[in-house]
């Protein structure tokens, strides 16, 4: 079944204690981008990569690292987590038509991030 | 620095009623315009618009662009409850960055 997979699906943590959240797709797409969603804010962009080792910010990347070592996989790490980091985590992928990013995003379930 | 608005924030209509859900921005230079429908999960894909007034239609659903005025429309025609849902826009600006709008809360009663 073609799917885009993270975990963990929730997660409560503490300041500043290091945290990763993956992300896979068995598509073979080349595009992958996190979003973080808030109420009243809608769906921001954090990061996306058009391909392995390429990556890209979005509108709001502070706070955040990803890398794309593998077509596949897309980690969202956050070094050291504030509150102000608490949302709801969206990942998605896409394929690149020839003229670019021409097809429908497929999310993820979601990451839902508490941190205290 | 809003890009994407979308309006009306919430709407609330009776089963059977026809909506239209707006989605304005102020850039002109952009890829495409794309719609999503978020029920309790996950965005779901509706439409990608790339031309100025070609309509694009699913079942009851159409959406078409107007790159004149900026703005694109959703149509729900005869909605059922199972159309509730966050109904989302999005501008890919070329460079494959995505910008979302706030969305359009819908509630269909029954």
């Known amino acids: 079944e073609a799917q885009v997979t993270q975990n963990p699906r929730y997660l409560i943590t503490v300041t500043g204690k290091k945290l990763t959240v993956t992300c896979s797709q068995n598509m073979n797409h080349e595009y992958m981008s996190w979003y973080r969603q808030d109420p009243g804010l809608g769906l921001r962009q954090i990061y996306y990569s058009m391909n392995v080792e390429v990556t890209d910010k979005g509108d709001v990347p502070e706070g955040y690292k990803v890398s794309r070592k593998e077509k596949r996989n897309f980690p969202l790490i956050l070094e050291s987590p504030s509150p102000n980091q608490t949302s709801l985590y969206f990942c998605?992928?896409?394929?690149?038509?020839?003229?670019?990013?021409?097809?429908?995003?497929?999310f993820g379930p979601g990451t839902r991030l508490t941190v205290l | 620095e809003d890009k994407v608005v979308q309006s009306p924030l919430s709407l609330v209509v009776h089963e059977g009623d026809t909506v239209t859900l707006n989605c304005s921005y102020e850039v002109t230079n952009f890829r495409s315009l794309l719609w999503y429908k978020q029920e309790k999960k996950a965005p779901t894909f509706l439409f990608m618009l790339?031309?100025?007034?070609i309509e694009k239609k699913s079942g009851r659903l159409s959406s078409i662009l107007d790159k004149k005025e900026l703005f694109s429309i959703l149509n729900i025609t005869a909605t059922q409850t199972g159309d509730s849902a966050v109904y989302l826009c999005a501008l890919n600006f070329g460079n494959e960055k995505l910008t979302f709008g706030t969305g359009t809360r819908l509630t269909i009663i029954p």
């Open positions: 998605a992928s896409s394929s690149l038509g020839v003229a670019g990013l021409s097809y429908e995003q497929f």
């Open positions: 790339t031309s100025s007034g």
